[in-house]
């Protein structure tokens, strides 16, 4: 039973209240009361003390809610929404619930929604301290009503949600970004949910037509005693549930600010980054991230053939590097103790000394001698330091004496003793780890190896991606154009990227706009590939089934991203037998197949092939803006932009000019990407943006 003490209801009715004509939504007249009634009757036996948020006709809210419940306005003006309802319950919380501290907890419900259950505030608090989560929201198994054949979908009702009073710092940081949706912060907290039987119990009643059929029920409802017990969870799992136990009702699911343990199967399909709920960018990187890992397989290759292959194994360094110490530089090696020494007076002549030369040491050919006092040798850069010296005089800075440079004179204060001497196992030391496994090898890298004495390293196998265009209006290069068809520019792309990464490429063409050919595409692609790329057919389109299919091979953890271009983009595994590979499902759009395999596909399969994170995290630099870009908060947008030497010398960038998804003319004259983040709003000319440089990307 949860603590009802500590829980606050918070009866959301703070949006202008007219949809449904001159009388506020939750004063409607349902039954012998009001929908806001109805909804204060069933919320009253659940908690220990109950609000109500309005923004208008707050005496009439008063009227029906009594004495002892408040009726409060949003703190934000403007009408923005359930989340500014939210912070005021917290706001509210901070001066009002002071007894129960952090343990103190708010119980949001909508004003149009009279037929909540009973059993909320217990089944969200059981599923809330069993997650250790920041809130829990109930959840519901919806069909579709248009198609009775298709597969039930887990739907998120997030303003039915417990949430712990003490984020109200987090909430204003998120608002003062500018944005108002109440599952886009969602996703940046812990979230547990809870699968609700009675989908109907969570319906809301936007319309007259619909409240003059539901008041029989309501009447009905409001003479009937109300059950006040708690109902446990039929069960418990982590992430979106996955297959059958989701549609068969497990009560728990912990969906955590990663997204990791999204699930699996259809049941799992709606989870995160779904049509209503698309996911940051951020998260959705990190889910990739938890999920991929580096192939098992090993080889052991030729120095020659290593160029851009990935280390499996640290490569130990045989040797020190340099062997012997060395001359850094053309010059005279010497005592250090022969140095003039200004101070002690060790010389007749203070402020300079003469030594004689007493031979010449080459690179590869060292002095066999030994040098005594007052004696210094002629030395090459790269040559052995002489038994006896420990310190170089460039030769600018020595002045020669005699007609065969047979003396050299240093003045005082020239140079230290011990200087431009470089030490034996001073680049690598013998033991030590010249280069570690998850390097990408690049030409520095093979000159390092090759230093040791090394012909053969041992890198992971290559990885293997197939990958293929979807959609009946493609035609492959050579074919006539159709009235309403395209040259397939995509596959092209695709394959310029996997083979500039290093992968072994497998190219299944053109797949139609049918599920039986694309189920046939998936399954063979999983047999013989690592991962699998598919440009197209992850859209609302009634021929986009990528997603579709992915969920009855596999699972998938997202297909929907806060972002732009790219919005469309699937991401999970698909199976065939024992055979399985990670897929992602691309837009269709040329630059959106581009910036979203740079972004998402590329460092994933950079770590499948086995290379660190900080080698597969793309770089990006700072730059100020040329000019003014708009910008909305609550998603990533990535602008194509060229960036060059401002008037001052720094970093400026402009944008390539129209923006279309479809504009891949706008890529081959850019040489960035503009990254402008998920909270930002429009950006001014001059202000600081990030960017990623294409060089060492594309």
Not at 596 to 608: C, G, I, K, N
Request: hydrophobic share 45%; with cysteine.
């Amino acid at each position: 039973m949860a603590p009802a003490n500590a829980i606050t209801g918070w009866i959301l009715a703070g949006g202008r209240g007219t949809r449904m004509g001159r009388v506020d939504k939750g004063l409607q007249p349902l039954g012998d009361t009001t929908m806001a009634g109805h909804v204060l009757a069933r919320l009253r036996p659940q908690v220990g003390a109950i609000a109500i948020n309005a923004n208008r006709n707050l005496t009439q809210y008063q009227a029906l809610a009594g004495p002892d419940v408040a009726v409060v306005a949003d703190h934000i003006g403007g009408f923005e929404g359930p989340l500014a309802g939210l912070q005021t319950a917290l706001l509210y919380c901070s001066a009002h619930c002071t007894a129960q501290g952090d343990t103190a907890l708010v119980l949001t419900a909508p004003c149009d929604s009279p037929f909540l259950p009973p059993d909320l505030a217990a089944r969200l608090h059981a599923a809330l301290v069993a997650n250790d989560a920041d809130v829990a929201l109930a959840v519901t198994m919806e069909t579709d009503p248009e198609n009775a054949n298709a597969a039930p979908y887990r739907q998120r009702h997030p303003v039915f949600s417990l949430i712990r009073a003490n984020l109200l710092p987090q909430l204003e940081a998120w608002l003062a970004t500018g944005a108002r949706r109440m599952e886009g912060w969602y996703h940046t907290l812990s979230v547990a949910e809870v699968l609700f039987d009675d989908a109907a119990a969570f319906r809301n009643i936007n319309t007259l037509e619909e409240l003059q059929r539901h008041a029989p029920e309501a009447t009905a409802a409001t003479s009937a005693p109300m059950a006040t017990g708690p109902k446990s969870a039929t069960g418990t799992g982590t992430g979106a549930g996955s297959g059958s136990e989701a549609e068969a009702g497990a009560g728990v699911g912990a969906v955590t600010a990663t997204g990791a343990g999204a699930g699996t199967g259809a049941g799992a399909a709606a989870g995160n980054g779904d049509d209503n709920n698309p996911l940051p960018v951020d998260q959705a990187l990190r889910l990739i991230a938890a999920r991929v890992a580096p192939v098992a397989e090993t080889e052991t290759v030729g120095l020659c053939a290593a160029l851009d292959r990935v280390l499996a194994t640290d490569i130990i360094s045989p040797i020190n590097v340099p062997a012997y110490d060395n001359s850094a530089m053309d010059g005279y090696a010497l005592r250090g103790a022969d140095l003039p020494n200004v101070e002690s007076g060790a010389h007749p002549d203070a402020g300079a000394v003469t030594l004689t030369v007493a031979g010449i040491a080459y690179a590869g050919r060292a002095f066999a001698g030994k040098v005594e006092q007052g004696q210094c040798v002629r030395i090459m850069t790269g040559a052995a330091m002489p038994a006896g010296c420990d310190s170089v005089l460039p030769q600018e800075l020595a002045a020669a004496i005699g007609s065969d440079s047979d003396s050299v004179t240093i003045a005082a204060g020239v140079i230290a003793p011990g200087a431009n001497r470089r030490f034996a196992g001073e680049d690598l030391a013998l033991g030590g780890v010249a280069l570690a496994a998850g390097k990408v090898l690049r030409p520095a890298d093979l000159g390092l190896v090759a230093s040791l004495g090394i012909a053969e390293v041992t890198v992971r196998r290559r990885l293997r991606v197939a990958f293929f265009s979807t959609g009946d209006e493609l035609r492959a290069l050579g074919q006539p154009l159709d009235d309403g068809c395209v040259y397939d520019s995509n596959r092209y792309t695709l394959f310029g990227m996997l083979a500039r990464l290093g992968c072994e490429v497998i190219d299944l063409g053109i797949v139609r706009d049918d599920p039986v050919a694309l189920e046939a595409a998936l399954r063979t692609a999983c047999r013989d590939a690592d991962a699998i790329i598919t440009s197209g057919g992850v859209s609302e389109g009634a021929a986009d089934y990528t997603r579709d299919i992915m969920a009855l091979l596999g699972d998938v953890a997202f297909w929907k991203l806060a972002m732009r271009p790219g919005r469309p983009l699937a991401f999970g595994k698909v199976s065939d037998g024992d055979a399985s590979a990670w897929l992602f499902g691309l837009p269709g759009n040329p630059v959106a197949v581009m910036v979203s395999f740079y972004l998402f596909a590329r460092p994933a399969l950079l770590r499948m092939m086995g290379a660190t994170a900080v080698a597969a995290r793309p770089l990006l630099l700072r730059a100020r803006a040329a000019t003014a870009m708009r910008k909305r908060p609550g998603r990533t947008e990535y602008q194509r932009g060229i960036v060059a030497p401002g008037p001052d010398g720094a970093p400026q960038v402009r944008l390539t000019g129209a923006q279309g998804s479809g504009i891949l003319s706008s890529m081959t004259a850019a040489n960035c990407i503009v990254v402008l983040a998920h909270g930002q709003g429009n950006v001014a000319a001059g202000d600081m943006v990030d960017i990623l440089p294409f060089d060492g990307l594309i």
